[in-house]
T-cell receptor, first 113, second 111 residues
């Protein structure tokens, strides 16, 4: 089966840095995604990692270690609008699960002034 | 460019009633998905399609049926709604490689 774990909740202060971790156990690996979801809205794409290392995109960075089954999303210079749920999702290898994306339960981040 | 459009956005059903949720995408994507999202449960895959005329079961398919007669449309049907199907339903699509694009969601309440 597929197992994706991330913390349920996190809090941080405006202007700070926060790291949201995600660990996964899947039948093969073909990419890891991070999505942001504000309350009452659809998830929106943040980042994609398929090779080990850090991908930086403005205030957001995402890291992947395939050997450890581990990723994190790093948010810098936090703003109030960053309060949202952050979803980690993994795409397994090709085969019977071709095309599927498995999501973690999401991490609810609250940014305080 | 509308992206992924879901209809209806809101619906209230009585137990035993049937309904169909429509998802339409104008990005010529091959892959389409139906997820449900419940508090504390994250996004769970109901059914998906890897191309026109194909469908496959996801993690929680029971009580739902789907059809992909046209590439741009993916329909999710509830034949006999149950209170356990009260949820927010998200449709998504993606190209052969790349990320998922989500619709705005359909909020369904079954009384």
């Amino acid at each position: 089966g597929q197992n994706i774990d991330q913390p349920t909740e996190m809090t941080a202060t405006e202007g700070a840095i926060v790291q949201i971790n995600c660990t996964y156990q899947t039948s093969g690996f073909n990419g890891l995604f991070w999505y942001q979801q504000h309350a009452g809205e659809a998830p929106t794409f943040l980042s994609y990692n398929v090779l080990d290392g850090l991908e930086e995109k403005g205030r957001f960075s995402s890291f992947l270690s395939r050997s450890k089954g581990y990723s994190y999303l790093l948010l810098k210079e936090l703003q109030m609008k960053d309060s949202a749920s952050y979803l980690c999702a993994v795409r397994p290898n090709r085969g019977s699960t071709l095309g599927r994306l498995y999501f973690g339960r999401g991490t609810q981040l609250t940014v305080w002034p | 460019n509308a992206g992924v459009t879901q209809t209806p956005k809101f619906r209230v059903l009585k137990t035993g009633q049937s309904m169909t949720l429509l998802c339409a995408q104008d990005m010529n994507h091959e892959y389409m998905y139906w997820y449900r999202q419940d508090p504390g449960m994250g996004l769970r895959l109901i059914h998906y399609s890897v191309g026109e005329g194909t469908t496959a079961k996801g993690e929680v398919p029971d009580g739902y049926n789907v059809s992909r007669l046209k590439k741009q449309n993916f329909l999710l049907g509830l034949e006999s709604a149950a209170p356990s199907q009260t949820s927010v339903y998200f449709c998504a699509s993606r190209p052969n490689t790349g990320e998922l694009f989500f619709g705005e969601g359909s909020r369904l309440t079954v009384l």
